[in-house]
C-alpha cells in the first residue's frame, strides 16, 4: 500500500496533521537559514572591531558591522551609535538591541514546539475515533463481528498515530536542537557587547588592557 492510499485511509484528521507537517518543515528550514547567517567568528570580529576602536575610527567600526549583517554586529552597530554618549548609554543600546535580536532569533520555536506536542495528539484523536466506529461496526452487526470486519478499521484508525508521531518526534527534535543553537549563538553575542563594553571604557580611561585581558578577549 502506497503513502496517499494510507493518507485517504486516515480520514479527515490526516490533514491537520498534513498541515502541521508543512509548518514544521517552513520552520525548520527558516530557522536553519537564520542561524547559518547568524554565526559569527567571535576572535576575528573583535580583533577587527579593537582595532578600529582604537584609532577612535567609529565610522568605520559602524561600517564594518554593516558589512557583517549578523545579529552580534547588529547589536554592536546600535551600541557604537550612542558611543558619544557614554558608557551607561552604550550599555542601554546595547540591551535593548540585544533583546530585539533575541526575540528575532527564537521567532519560529514556539510554533515548533506547538507542532511537536499537538501532532501526536492529533494522531490520537484519529485512532480514538477510528476506534469507536470499529465498535460502532460491532453493535451494527450484533455482537456477530468476525476479526476481519474490524482488522481494516482498527489498523485505519492507527495510521493517524503513526503519521503524528512521524510528524511530531522530528518538529521535537528539531526544536531541542534550535534552542541550543540560539543559546550558544547568545552566548557569544554576551560576550562580544561585554568586550565592547571594555573597549569603551579602556577607550575613554585610557586605561591599557592588561596582557592576560588581551588574550582571554582575542
Same mark, same amino acid.
Given at each position: 500500500?502506497?503513502?496517499?492510499?494510507?493518507?485517504?485511509?486516515?480520514?479527515?484528521?490526516?490533514?491537520?496533521?498534513?498541515?502541521?507537517?508543512?509548518?514544521?518543515?517552513?520552520?525548520?528550514?527558516?530557522?536553519?537559514?537564520?542561524?547559518?547567517?547568524?554565526?559569527?567568528?567571535?576572535?576575528?570580529?573583535?580583533?577587527?572591531?579593537?582595532?578600529?576602536?582604537?584609532?577612535?575610527?567609529?565610522?568605520?567600526?559602524?561600517?564594518?558591522?554593516?558589512?557583517?549583517?549578523?545579529?552580534?554586529?547588529?547589536?554592536?552597530?546600535?551600541?557604537?551609535?550612542?558611543?558619544?554618549?557614554?558608557?551607561?548609554?552604550?550599555?542601554?543600546?546595547?540591551?535593548?538591541?540585544?533583546?530585539?535580536?533575541?526575540?528575532?532569533?527564537?521567532? #519560529?520555536?514556539?510554533?515548533?514546539?506547538?507542532?511537536?506536542?499537538?501532532?501526536?495528539?492529533?494522531?490520537?484523536?484519529?485512532?480514538?475515533? #477510528?476506534?469507536?466506529?470499529?465498535?460502532?461496526?460491532?453493535?451494527?452487526?450484533? #455482537?456477530?463481528?468476525?476479526?476481519?470486519?474490524?482488522?481494516?478499521?482498527?489498523?485505519?484508525?492507527?495510521?493517524?498515530?503513526?503519521?503524528?508521531?512521524?510528524?511530531?518526534?522530528?518538529?521535537?527534535?528539531?526544536?531541542?536542537?534550535?534552542?541550543?543553537?540560539?543559546?550558544?549563538?547568545?552566548?557569544?553575542?554576551?560576550?562580544?557587547?561585554?568586550?565592547?563594553?571594555?573597549?569603551?571604557?579602556?577607550?575613554?580611561?585610557?586605561?591599557k588592557p592588561s596582557d592576560d585581558d588581551e588574550e582571554i578577549k582575542l
Amino acid at each position: 500500500m502506497d503513502l496517499l492510499t494510507m493518507f485517504l485511509k486516515g480520514g479527515v484528521i490526516m490533514y491537520p496533521i498534513l498541515l502541521s507537517s508543512i509548518i514544521a518543515v517552513a520552520v525548520i528550514i527558516d530557522k536553519f537559514i537564520m542561524l547559518h547567517r547568524s554565526k559569527v567568528n567571535v576572535a576575528a570580529f573583535m580583533i577587527k572591531l579593537r582595532g578600529l576602536l582604537k584609532k577612535r575610527d567609529i565610522a568605520g567600526a559602524i561600517a564594518f558591522c554593516n558589512g557583517e549583517k549578523t545579529p552580534a554586529a547588529n547589536i554592536i552597530k546600535k551600541g557604537l551609535k550612542k558611543i558619544r554618549f557614554g558608557h551607561q548609554r552604550v550599555k542601554e543600546a546595547l540591551e535593548d538591541a540585544g533583546r530585539q535580536e533575541i526575540t528575532r532569533l527564537e521567532k #519560529g520555536l514556539s510554533t515548533l514546539a506547538t507542532v511537536s506536542g499537538i501532532a501526536p495528539m492529533l494522531g490520537f484523536l484519529g485512532t480514538v475515533t #477510528g476506534m469507536v466506529t470499529a465498535f460502532q461496526t460491532i453493535q451494527d452487526l450484533m #455482537g456477530a463481528a468476525n476479526p476481519s470486519d474490524l482488522a481494516g478499521g482498527i489498523w485505519e484508525a492507527l495510521i493517524t498515530t503513526v503519521f503524528g508521531l512521524v510528524v511530531g518526534i522530528p518538529a521535537l527534535a528539531f526544536y531541542n536542537y534550535f534552542t541550543e543553537r540560539i543559546k550558544k549563538l547568545i552566548a557569544e553575542i554576551e560576550v562580544i557587547s561585554s568586550d565592547l563594553m571594555d573597549i569603551v571604557e579602556e577607550t575613554a580611561t585610557g586605561a591599557k588592557p592588561s596582557d592576560d585581558d588581551e588574550e582571554i578577549k582575542l
